[in-house]
């Protein structure tokens, strides 16, 4: 579950607000062993995940690098270059 989050941090652009938001989500998922939580346990777990989104958008704000900014699309294409090499075809 939690391979579907990915470094936010030093991206041009910057993180958006549904990267944040998926990031939480599935850190949510993962700590509380639900993809989608019972009616009893929903509110729970939606407050979880805003309050996470909340952290992670405060941390991406505060941190600090003297590294250049990465390119989205050059990360990606590495990643797919990876998985192609390690899997045989990948379907992007």
């Not at 405060?58 to 797919?80: F, G, I, S």
């Amino acid at each position: 579950m939690c391979r579907n989050i990915r470094p936010l941090f030093n991206f041009e652009p910057p993180a958006s607000r549904n990267e944040m938001h998926d990031a939480a989500l599935q850190f949510v998922r993962k700590i509380s062993g639900y993809t989608h939580p019972s009616k009893a346990n929903e509110a729970a777990f939606n407050d979880a995940v805003d309050d996470i989104e909340r952290v992670v958008k405060r941390l991406l704000k505060e941190l600090e690098t003297d590294a250049p900014k990465r390119d989205r699309e050059v990360v990606a294409a590495k990643a797919r270059e990876r998985a192609k090499l390690r899997y045989g075809r990948v379907d992007a």
